[in-house]
């Protein structure tokens, strides 16, 4: 805390790695005890074990939500076996999940770095998409950014004087989605049920959620941004297979954190499990 740590979690935090999900809420209410900052990028994953959590009510006494079937979502499995075991359980893990995860869920984050070097990396959990500015007035459902900020009325980038985001602009649109976001988590009438983001379709409002924990790399739009803004480095999890990544595409400024330590199953010869990054990365000139 003294030298400036802060734990930014890329997401899955829950109904995913590890043997069981009691370790992990445990674990970060021993961090929120010691007062160190941590953020909590929203997830598909999470969002699974959340459709089993009622604000009012807390853990429910139901089996967990379908999607939390095979190796992919053991932890959750084991976490409801263990509630079924202790009951006594269920009141103290509702409390934990109130005050050491939900208030610590963010959309997006960014770090900058060095002062008055101007750089900036953004971090999601899925890799998500800025278009290279608005041509016309369509919605652009490439855009996952401007969505979002569309859902919560928002100043979007096609309001600023500018189309694209910038190093300089993106940090207050994050801020304000992040603080729209958690307003609404505090709010019961506000939130929609996290299944409907689960099953959103692109027509729906909600989609722009949906995009933000479950998108995958590869797809032409992500990267025209991306190679024409080299001063932004994105960094995501959720998608394992680098091979995604369009042939021939320039990715210094993309970094994937995901791997498969922690998710069972067999692990494979030579496999290396990159953990941790340092904030912004370090990119190549």
Not at 70 to 96: C, M, N, Q
Not at 196 to 224: H, M, T, V, Y
Not at 234 to 243: A, K, L, Q
Request: proline share 7%; charged share 25%; with cysteine.
């Amino acid at each position: 805390v003294s030298q400036g740590v802060k734990f930014r979690f890329i997401g899955d935090m829950l109904a995913d790695r590890g043997v069981n999900d009691a370790l992990t809420l445990a674990i970060l209410n021993t961090i929120k005890t010691h007062k160190i900052p941590y953020e909590i990028i929203l997830s598909n994953h999470d969002v699974w074990f959340l459709i089993d959590f009622d604000v009012k009510t807390g853990l429910k006494d139901t089996k967990p939500y379908a999607y939390s079937a095979g190796d992919s979502a053991k932890s959750v499995r084991d976490f409801y076996h263990l509630l079924s075991r202790e009951p006594d359980l269920r009141g103290k893990f509702t409390a934990i999940i109130r005050t050491a995860y939900l208030p610590h869920l963010k959309l997006l984050s960014y770090s900058s770095g060095q002062k008055g070097v101007s750089r900036l990396a953004v971090y999601s959990h899925a890799p998500i998409s800025f278009s290279p500015g608005s041509r016309d007035n369509a919605p652009d459902f490439n855009d996952t950014l401007d969505l979002l900020l569309q859902f919560y009325q928002l100043p979007s980038k096609k309001s600023l004087s500018e189309s694209e985001p910038t190093v300089e602009k993106l940090p207050a649109m994050i801020d304000a989605l992040n603080a729209k976001f958690q307003s609404s988590l505090q709010s019961e009438e506000e939130w929609p049920s996290w299944r409907k983001i689960q099953d959103a379709e692109s027509e729906n409002p909600l989609f722009c959620f949906r995009q933000l924990i479950w998108q995958r790399p590869g797809e032409p739009q992500f990267e025209e941004f991306r190679q024409e803004h080299p001063e932004i480095t994105f960094v995501h999890g959720h998608d394992i297979t680098p091979s995604r990544l369009p042939t021939g595409a320039n990715i210094d400024n993309v970094e994937n954190i995901d791997n498969g330590f922690g998710k069972g199953g067999p692990r494979q010869a030579g496999d290396t499990y990159k953990i941790f990054t340092v904030s912004p990365p370090v990119v190549s000139p």
